[in-house]
């Protein structure tokens, strides 16, 4: 079993960090002793733009324009992407209709690429699409399971104490009764938007539970909030990044793998997170749609690492590059 609460908070106000890397360095290697970090290779689709114009229904593109969609999805394929997120926009004012539109889409995809990886809908805009539509969430969940999902969304989840969507609580109940229906999900926690040291072990802890009750979590991913700013001395340091990271590690010994991504980071500070605890470098986008409109995470999409980029930082780290698919099952050393 990890540390307990009281060791992570120390370790969160610690001045050691050379200290506390080495113990997440150690339980790294005591779950992956074989020396490997993996990646995969995915594609984020703004569904919006790929499938923008054209008469639209709702809040959504019309049906008509999902072709756009579906040959987005081909070619991401076609340049070696295992897995796609698609990414809805619609925010977390969901309703009924809502439900019928996503259960179409996703099972167009489904239709047309029978193993692909399909990710969308964070736990925020499930819970409002579950209560637009006046279902349970078990029930929301499976719909959109049997439509064709195979994950929710992980990059909305946040420490308490941090703006949000939905409560601790409610994400947690989002992703149990994903877990429940035989999904598996990543935890993905931002920090250093405004919560305590306290609220952010709180998070680690609600996490660490939900693991121990369902085993669910393939990876966990501590990811810094941007700030409004834009200004890099305003944003959370790399000392409090690492530091924060290899408490995770040591915390959450029950969750396989640690994601550390080079696109959220940087690639300096995702070398120096392969000691201190993570054994996976997150994602990239398939080389060449990289500036295209409607692909890629965030509007810095441009400037994410490249696949070369990636398998060079593993190595100088001094790690062999593995590729992963999207569900964490390893594909083949690089």
């Given at each position: 079993?990890?540390?307990?609460r ?9 001045n050691d ?9 150690a339980?790294r ?26 008469t639209?229904?709702?809040n959504?593109?019309a049906v008509?324009c ?6 987005a999805i081909?070619?991401?394929i076609?340049?070696g ?9 619609v925010?977390?004012a ?10 179409g889409?996703?099972?167009g ?8 990886w399909i990710?969308t809908?964070?736990?925020?805009e499930?819970l409002?699409?579950?209560n637009?539509?006046g279902?349970?969430?078990r ?6 399971r049997d439509?064709?999902?195979d994950?929710?969304a ?9 703006p949000?969507?939905c409560s ?6 989002v ?11 990543v ?25 121990e009750?369902?085993?669910?979590f393939t990876?966990?991913?501590p990811?810094?909030t941007?700030?409004a700013?834009?200004r ?11 530091k924060?990271?290899?408490t995770?590690?040591v ?8 994601q550390w ?14 000691r ?7 994602s990239?986008?398939?080389q ?5 409109a409607g ?12 696949e070369e980029d ?11 590059p ?6 964490y ?5 690089n």
């Amino acid at each position: 079993m990890g540390i307990s609460r009281k060791e992570a908070l120390d370790c969160l106000r610690s001045n050691d960090l050379i200290g506390i890397g080495m113990e997440a360095d150690a339980v790294r290697l005591r779950l992956h002793p074989e020396g490997v970090v993996s990646y995969a290779i995915e594609a984020a689709i703004d569904c919006a733009t790929v499938m923008g114009g054209g008469t639209r229904e709702g809040n959504h593109p019309a049906v008509g324009c999902a072709h756009r969609l579906f040959d987005a999805i081909r070619e991401t394929i076609e340049l070696g992407s295992t897995g796609v997120r698609l990414v809805s926009g619609v925010g977390c004012a969901l309703k009924s209709s809502d439900m019928e539109w996503f259960e179409g889409l996703l099972r167009g995809v489904r239709q047309r690429f029978p193993s692909l990886w399909i990710e969308t809908l964070s736990a925020a805009e499930i819970l409002s699409l579950a209560n637009g539509c006046g279902l349970g969430l078990r029930e929301t969940i499976a719909r959109l399971r049997d439509a064709g999902l195979d994950s929710i969304a992980s990059e909305d989840t946040q420490a308490q104490g941090s703006p949000r969507c939905c409560s601790t609580a409610e994400w947690i109940a989002v992703h149990r009764a994903a877990h429940r229906l035989g999904m598996r999900t990543v935890a993905t926690l931002r920090f250093g938007a405004g919560e305590t040291l306290q609220q952010r072990v709180d998070t680690l802890a609600a996490i660490r539970q939900l693991q121990e009750e369902t085993g669910g979590f393939t990876a966990f991913v501590p990811v810094a909030t941007e700030v409004a700013s834009g200004r890099e001395l305003d944003a959370v340091t790399a000392v409090e990044q690492l530091k924060t990271l290899a408490t995770a590690r040591v915390f959450l010994d029950n969750i396989q793998n640690i994601q550390w991504s080079g696109a959220a980071q940087g690639l300096k500070v995702l070398q120096m997170g392969l000691r201190f605890g993570a054994n996976d470098a997150g994602s990239v986008t398939p080389q060449g749609i990289d500036a295209k409109a409607g692909f890629g995470q965030n509007a810095a999409a441009a400037n994410h690492p490249s696949e070369e980029d990636l398998r060079r930082i593993i190595r100088d780290a001094g790690f062999q590059p593995m590729q992963r698919d999207t569900s964490y099952r390893m594909m083949f050393l690089n």
